[in-house]
């Protein structure tokens, strides 16, 4: 889901605002080929790094503490070639500069992934007014979100990596002060296992994501829409041309929405003689999961999955969330130099962000994201990997 035609050069962290600092200990090249002095910096008055979890399965993840960002992941194809399966930057710089190349890139997403209706919020009566930074809704928690914040890092292991943030009352007009932590967990079975939890100490709403853009054809200076996708989901969320929810939950059936049943992204991707391809140039819409009833979520079932036909890479998504948001970069094409210097075409990845569903605080009757002081907020998604 996004959009890197949105300006949010009002955050104010820009490539002026990057210092750069060295790091003795930092001075090997990762399996993915990035240089982790390149992520050394301190913005803000707090310094970023990059974090390299491993497995016994020979899988590898760089995150950074800047915004809580998955770097790269490197999985090995059918032949076991090690292969980097998501988009982003090789350095810090590009992505703190949020003039010249913004990006949502692998973030952890708070205080609200995806859209508030013009920025608008009820809690306990009260009427609270966000910021509007994407075509008059507040979007992924405004301008200077989460995902452009950097987190204090605790990684205890190889294969553990615990990044934590305080959000204070007021963060983009949200209420509440908010202790959140994004606990990224490589397990030996090459899963990405990510919980979020947070706490406040007045009602607000929360709704936590990662948002990773996956290419898992091993090559993103092409188009990747022969990927396969599966999406365990009988109804979707219709949404409007400025990428609102309508309120209406919508059967699949017989639609492009119709992922059931495994099938190529290209089939339907540009079809659009349908609506909400046509609003979106693509897909950038919920589906209400069918893994997700009576108020809880089956995170042993899988939710959606993604398969390269050219690698044989094939991800599965588990979740305990109500939705998922699938996008496929409807907004890349942008000419920006990305990781070692491809640029990344249009329908290049496929993002696959759990979720409420967008506009929940406006929406009664959909999943609740609301939480109490006292409350603990969890979600819980998983990206297992293997090869087909």
Known sequence: ???????????????????????????????????????????????????????????????????????????????????????????????????????????????????????????????????????????HGGPSGWMYQVYDAEQPNDSTLKLTIVSPDGDNGFPGTVTATTTYT????????????????????????????????GDPSTEGMDMVLYINADNYTPADSTYMTTGEISPVEGTPMDFRTPRALEQTVNDTTFEQIRNASGYDHNWCLNTYKDGKGDDKTVA?????????????????????????????????????????????????ESQKYPD?????????PYLKPGEKYHSHVAYKFSVK
Not at 326 to 347: D, L, R
Request: hydrophobic share 35%; charged share 15%.
């Open 1 to 139: 889901m996004n959009n890197l035609k949105v300006s949010i050069a009002g955050l104010g962290i820009a490539a002026a605002m990057f210092t750069a600092c060295t790091s003795e200990h930092q001075t090997a090249v990762t399996v993915s080929g990035l240089t982790p002095a390149a992520f050394d910096s301190v913005i803000n008055g707090k310094k970023t790094a990059l974090y390299t979890l491993t497995n016994k399965s020979g899988m590898e993840v760089c995150i950074t503490n800047f915004g809580g960002r998955v770097v790269s992941i490197v999985v090995p194809d059918k032949d076991g070639k090690p292969t980097d399966v998501v988009l982003g930057y090789d350095n810090l710089a590009q992505y703190a500069d949020t003039v010249n190349s913004p990006s949502d890139f692998g973030s952890s997403v708070g205080r609200y992934a995806n859209r508030i209706n013009k920025g608008r919020l009820t809690v306990e009566g009260k009427e609270y007014q966000l910021p509007q930074n994407n075509f008059g809704h507040c979007l």
């Open 186 to 217: 490589l397990l030996n079975n090459n899963t990405l296992d990510i919980s979020f939890d947070a706490t406040t100490d007045k009602e607000t709403v929360i709704n936590m994501t990662n948002h990773s853009y996956f290419n898992l054809n």
């Open 304 to 352: 959606a999955s993604l398969y390269s036909p050219k690698t044989g890479i094939f991800l599965e998504m588990f979740t305990n969330e109500p939705g998922v948001q699938v996008y496929t970069g409807n907004f890349q094409g942008t000419g920006v130099s990305c990781k070692h210097g491809v640029k990344y075409p249009k329908h290049v990845s496929v993002c696959l």
């Open 360 to 368: 929940s605080p406006n929406k009664k009757d959909w999943p609740s």
